[in-house]
């Protein structure tokens, strides 16, 4: 009798940690995925500017050919692609501080007096400024890949000339930007979709390098406004870590 009784708690402290485990088990998985939902699973690509600048203003190149062979790969869940310009608000002045009056000179502003720094991508909310917090969009809505003729603003330049969400502006090639080497003479007129905000948190020489004066427009206005040129970085995000490793 003794032994039975013996023989059933071994038996009841086995099963017992059989459930403990499949109970840990179960709850290390479940506390993975939330973990993963949070983590950014993603890697760039970009080319190698010490040995090769890719365009006059060092800003690189990716062919469109070679992102579309990396984006059909299942394990992509999602993308974006990037290219930099510079673009003229023709007839409009730019935030300035007193330092980048200081350093506007008479050539300075008749070259990029009106000029931003313009960033086309096909999915802003994954763009660098709004995921690290620099950028915060605080009035309509992101840039998709579907968007054309869109764009996002600053608030401040938006509420210095008066405009508003769903208003149009012109912007204009500018022929004295280095990376517009085919010479393109458009203007691309655009809504705009949002307003983000966002400032500097050190010193700047330029107007262009405020944030006050940056914009993000949808990738096919902008590779429209430089007669289709190559992106400049390209970033993906895969489904689950695991993934990276194979």
């Known amino acids: 009798f003794f032994k039975s009784i013996v023989i059933f708690l071994i038996i009841l402290l086995m099963a017992s940690l059989s459930l403990v485990g499949l109970s840990i088990k179960g709850a290390t998985a479940k506390a993975s995925q939330e973990t993963f939902k949070n983590i950014t699973n993603s890697f760039s690509m970009q080319i190698n500017r010490r040995v090769n600048q890719g365009t006059p203003r060092g800003s690189g190149n990716i062919k469109g050919e070679d992102i579309k062979k990396i984006t059909e790969n299942k394990a992509i869940e999602s993308y974006v692609k990037r290219i930099n310009v510079i673009g003229d608000l023709t007839g ?135 007669r289709n040129a190559n992106c400049t970085l390209f970033q993906s995000w895969k489904k689950q870590p695991k993934k990276c490793q194979e």
């Open 92 to 226: 409009y002045d730019l935030i300035e501080t007193p330092e980048t009056k200081k350093n506007l000179t008479a050539d300075r502003a008749k070259r990029f007096g009106s000029s931003l720094m313009i960033t086309g991508v096909n999915d802003s909310s994954k763009e660098d400024k709004f995921v690290s917090g620099s950028y915060k969009l605080v009035e309509g809505e992101h840039l998709t890949n579907d968007d054309k003729d869109k764009i996002l603003m600053h608030k401040d330049l938006a509420a210095k000339h008066g405009w508003k969400v769903g208003d149009k502006v012109k912007l204009d090639s500018n022929v004295y930007d280095a990376d517009n080497e085919k010479g393109a003479k458009e203007t691309v007129e655009v809504t705009i979709k949002g307003l983000f905000d966002g400032h500097n948190k050190s010193a700047v020489t330029y107007s262009q390098e405020l944030y006050e004066n940056t914009a993000i427009t949808d990738i096919h206005s902008l590779l429209r406004f430089l």
